[in-house]
């Protein structure tokens, strides 16, 4: 026997079919917004009785059945009926169990069109405010790797092909600079979603005389929204942090894939902590990186949950439709996905050791390293860089012919180079074929200089010092 709706009373002869009503249910999932549910009403509650809509003495009643209603709720002691529609409905339900007869009160100028809004941005509010927090907190554990990795130089790629020498604590870096714009971008959008909804209702307003100002104040928004239909028709706050999201999963996922790489027999660059890898039921040598696989492939989760609700936007007219009851789950699934990859990436952060020997080995292979320290070297010394490129890329074949990886005096002389290019002096062999040489000639700024770094290093930790 399906139970009767609040809405089937009068207008329906018949109680919704089983199958219907079991495929609109949201609690199952909606229910993660009981809370903010709570609290809107109670900040609804309180504005009809300031405004003489219902009496001060019934809107104290609600209020204070809704207190205990989140006073169970917090205590894990509210029972929520996998029967019920929504989560909106489950807090009327128990509302009516505190206060009786009085709760039916509560809905007024109210619908649940704009309370689905105002729940999901005081979500999103909150859950904005803890993702911008554990990205501190990954940031800080990136910054304390590069503070141990500043004189560790290695070589950097493009194309996947060994490049230029660089600080290892520059590259790492980079990271918390990618973080540095994720937060600005998810702080921005805590200012879009600022806009306090309830007071739309379905999506007109109401004839009755509310004070939506006052509401926005009690829950702590800096704004009402100006235009009822908007308010109740869009879901781009929500889009905007699932993009936001997204973006931010590329970053951790980019992350993932160096430190992969850079663990693997070929590199062997960096140790993971053992804490973060697992072993093979088949191969009892292997060390996975399953943790760092992981947030590479929840990263597509957040890429699909972006792209569910955009296209489940893209058509529907003005103003609600129930295709939008689709919001939650994907913003749900993004924030906590998002959440438990900073938390546990921050962790592993900690737990990684660069193998040094490797590296340096690594810096042994190919001295076209140095090729841009040479051309540079020519152009300070009058050549066109042209020109300049031209003479390097013969000095590099030259060294590629006669299997010369590593550029010294002895392997390559002065005498040879000036074959080359009689603009070649000793000077040469003081400014570059070293990595720690050859890194700290790039002393503009954002340079890999490790002046540059240290200063960057410093400049971090005092921006995230109290973070
Ligand atoms: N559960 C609904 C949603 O998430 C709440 C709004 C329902 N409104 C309605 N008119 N059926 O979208």
Redesign the pocket.
Known sequence: MMKKKTWRGTRFKKSAHPKADKFLS?IAF?KKLIEYDIKGSIAHAKMLGKCGIIKQKEAKTLVKGLNAVLSKYKKGKLRIDPEM????LVVAKKLTAEVGNVSKKLHTAR???D??VLD?KMYCKEKIGMIIGSIKKLQKALLQFSKKSDQVIIPAYTHMQQAQCVSLAHYILAYVEMLKRDRMRIEGSFKILDEMPLGSC?LSGVSLPIDRKYVAKVLGFSKVSNNSIDAVSDRDFIIEILGNLAILGMHLSRLSEDLILWSTKEFDFIEIGEAFCTGSSIMPHKKNPDVLEYVRGYTGRLYGNLNSLLVTMKALPLS?N?D??H??EVLFSSVEIAEDMLQVLAELCKDIKANRTKIAQALEKDPGLYSVDIVEYLVKKGKSYKDAHDITGNILKHCYKKKITKITKVTLPLNRLKAFSNVFGNDIYNITFEPKKSVNLKTSYGGTAIKNVRSQIKNWEKALKNA
């Open positions: 949201s909606d529609e929504d989560a909106h619908s649940r069109n309370q689905v999901v379905a609600y129930r939008m009851q919001d939650k």
